[in-house]
Each structure stands twice: as C-alpha cells, then as structure tokens.
C-alpha cells in the first residue's frame, strides 16, 4: 500500500489527493493531515503494546487541532495536556477527561481545579509545591486527586538541548534522589491519591538505550515504594520517540517496544505514553508557493509564501526539513536544472529559513512541500510580522476537508483597542 505522501506520474499526492488539488481549493501557505498516517502510527502503538495493558496519551502540545484530537479520540487515545487550553480542546473534540494526563511545572490553582471539576485522569507532579496546591484545591472541592511523580532520572536523551528535559539540570520533574521522601509525603497527604509515576526524558530521540536507562531507573523507585507500602498502578514513560526528517533512523515503535516490553511486563503495572511527534510528525506537509526567485553571486534565495512565523522548527532548533516539489522533475530529483538554493520566507530576520542549501529546480509559482511538519508545525506557529496563520486541511482517501481557516488579517487587530486621549 502507498505510503500517505508519495509521487503519482511525477505529481505529488497526500493519499488519492493531489497537492495541485489542494492549493487550488485551499491556497498557500497551508498545513494538510494524512487521517490514515495519524491511525497508522496511533495503532502501530497500541499494536506494539498489545500485550500489556496500557494506554497512549497522545501528547496534544505536537498538533492540538481539533480534528486530529477528535480522530484520536476516536481511535481511543487518551491525552497528555499541559495547559487549561489543551484539555479544553481535548473536551471539545470529544476526548475523556479520564483519559487525560496532565503535565507541566506551571500549574496553577485555577489550571488544577478545572482538571480536577472536570475529572481528569492523573496529575503529572513536577514539585513538592505542586503537590501541596493541588492537595489544596482537591479539598477544597472535596475531591481526591490522582497523582504521578515525575522523575527526573537524570539521563542523558542525546537529542538537541532545548528539546532534553530529563537532566538534573533541566526545571523538570522531581529528581531520583528526593523521589522516595516526596512520595512518602503525597501519601499521608489527605486529599490526594498516589497513582502513578512518570518520567519524560525529552523528544526526537532517535535510539533506545535512554529509555532503558531512564526506565531502569523508574523501576527502582517502583520496587522501593513497593518495600515501603505504596503500590502504583500505572508507570508513564512519556513521549520522546524521534521520526525520520531526512536522514535520521530512529528505533521503530516496534523495536522500541521489544527493548522495554520484559522490563515492563515483570512490573505488572498499566503502562502509559505520551508520543506527540511519532504520530503527528510524517503525516503533515506544510505547502508553499514560491514568490520569488532572488540569485545572488554568493547564494540562491527562494523566498516562499510561508516563513518562521508559520514554521519556526528551521529557525529555532536548526531543525532540518526535507521540501520536495510539487511536480517532480521528469528525470527525478537530481537532474542538470538544480541549484542550490535557500528557502526562506518573507519575514525581516536572517534566521528566517525554512531549509538551507537543497538542491531544487524552481521556477516561481511552484509549489513545495515542506514534509515531517505535522508536528510542532501549526502548534506553534505565531502573528509575527502580523501575518495571519495558515489553514489546516485534513485528507482521507480521496476526501478532504478544512480543519482549520486562514486566519483573516483583521482577525489579527479585532481585540485590540485605540489609545482613548479624553
Ligand atoms: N510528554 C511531555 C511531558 C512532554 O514534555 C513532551 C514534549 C511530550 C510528552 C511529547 O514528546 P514527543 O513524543 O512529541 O517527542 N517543539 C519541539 C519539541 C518539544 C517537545 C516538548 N515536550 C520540536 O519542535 O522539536
């Protein structure tokens, strides 16, 4: 079966939909969803896993529109959420609260009490403070509050620097060595209930020897609590898993689950994820229209119609992304017409780029897809230079639809308010 992205007689097709198809009805710049490649990945998990009982939260902060939640929620994901906004949006796209995790260093008193009103699964407690707030807003609505440690296991995810959180020096989670005390404190605290524990080590990891390590390290903790009277039920292991850009070749769901699946298996506990990326990432393209072919004697500059402010992963982490051409070129990809060119928006910043030094045939007006982008993409794309944001098209099969309009211009000013001299 064709991948969801592929080339049919040199033109370039998401499913049975043809790029040419999509920019006529949609426009550029805009972000298009394969609904096959999200359940693709989605069941890949839940298949891999199937031996234990577990359930994937799918991390909402990768690509939180609604139809994507709504067609997970459908699948029977649960959610990994870090704000009031993404459980909202897991609510209006039909996901249960139950089924929700709730992550983050920053929670605040109404943030817990929301999740809390509306029965959410597990808190996920990155401090003792945490843990004493939301002790506090669960007795305050005389409720008990399900909670996870997250660990800091102090390994080493060998991704980018941003993008590793489970260093001791990274503000996440509650480090291996305090874990044990912290626990013995949430269970005498009265209005909370100690479900779980959890870890997350970072995102784009591309090998699985960190997960073990991170992993052995939880199970420690789970076998010392265990000595000390507290039982768990489920262990969260987060998200992290990497996916191919260009040339990356990170460790299958399928591999990945045989290198922890013994370990987990002998625990005996419920096993939650939380993968983002690795569902989303390689079923989203971004698509652009060139606008103009600047060469210069040093450099070729396509500046394209979408920039950092649609897609800041180029800009922010150096993050390379494959573009790949509406119209294949007849005599493939590495024909006599290309140059090397940088693909760069139209924003006043050098660090405005989406890809460096691709060799491409272009001419203006073509059409490129920017792959990989369905993750981190659209979630964080911002008004800068007020440009309005794209649209979002889901595909299935031959069908597509919007998912999400192009943001109008005076939709960027609607809110704001002249200065009033009296
Ligand atoms: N769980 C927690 C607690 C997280 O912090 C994250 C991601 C995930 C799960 C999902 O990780 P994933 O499976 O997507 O790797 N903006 C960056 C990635 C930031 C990831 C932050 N945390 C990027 O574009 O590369």
């Known amino acids: 079966c064709l991948p969801p992205l592929h080339y049919r007689d040199e033109a370039l097709y998401m499913e049975q939909v043809s790029v040419k198809e999509l920019v006529k009805h949609y426009d550029t710049p805009c972000y298009v969803y394969s609904k096959q490649a999200i359940l693709e990945v989605y069941q890949a998990y839940t ?12 991390a909402v902060k990768a690509n939180s529109n609604l139809a994507v939640l709504g067609v997970l929620a459908q699948a029977g994901a649960g959610f990994d959420i870090v704000s009031r906004g993404e459980l909202m949006r897991v609510l209006a796209a039909g996901g249960a609260a139950s089924r929700v995790v709730f992550s983050g260093v920053g929670k605040t008193y109404s943030d817990i009490e929301f999740a809390l009103a509306q029965g959410i699964g597990c808190f996920n407690v990155e401090s003792i403070s945490e843990l004493a707030l939301i002790n506090e807003v669960a007795k305050t609505l005389d409720k008990s509050a399900p909670i996870s440690l997250r660990v800091n296991p102090n390994v080493d995810a060998k991704t980018h620097p941003y993008i590793s ?18 626990y013995q404190q949430a269970a005498d605290l009265s209005h909370i209930d100690v479900v779980g524990i959890d870890c997350h080590i970072g995102s784009q990891l591309t090998e699985v ?31 992290g898993l990497g996916v191919r850009y260009i040339d990356e070749t990170p460790v299958s769901i399928d591999e990945f689950a045989t290198a922890l699946l013994p370990k987990l298996s002998a625990l005996g506990l419920t096993v939650f994820f939380e993968p983002g990326r690795s569902i989303v990432a390689n079923a989203g393209i971004l698509l652009t229209q060139v606008d103009v072919l600047k060469p210069t004697p040093h450099k070729n500059f396509a500046i394209v119609d979408a920039a950092m402010n649609d897609l800041i992963r180029p800009a922010l982490y150096q993050a390379d992304m494959a573009v790949i051409p509406e119209t294949l070129p007849k005599n493939g990809l590495d024909t006599e017409g290309t140059q090397a060119w940088d693909i760069v928006g139209a924003i006043c910043e050098t660090g405005d780029f989406l890809a460096k030094d691709r060799l491409l045939s272009l001419a ?30 889901m595909v299935d099969g031959d069908r597509h639809q919007l998912i999400r309009k192009r943001e109008t211009i005076e939709a960027l000013y609607v809110d704001e308010i002249l200065w009033q001299d009296k």
């Open 47 to 58: 298949d891999s896993f199937a031996s234990l009982k577990h359930q994937i939260c799918y």
């Open 165 to 182: 959180t489970g260093l001791k020096d990274n503000k996440f989670g509650i480090t291996h060595e305090e874990a044990l005390a912290v």
């Open 209 to 239: 020897e960190p997960f073990v390590a991170a992993l052995d390290k939880v199970i420690e903790l789970v076998h010392s609590l265990r000595e000390q009277g507290i039982e768990l039920r489920h262990i969260d292991l987060g998200g």
């Open 364 to 393: 203006t007006d073509d059409i490129l897809a920017v792959t990989g982008a369905g993750a981190y993409g659209f979630t964080m794309s911002s008004n800068y230079n007020s440009r309005p944001r794209a649209c979002e098209v």
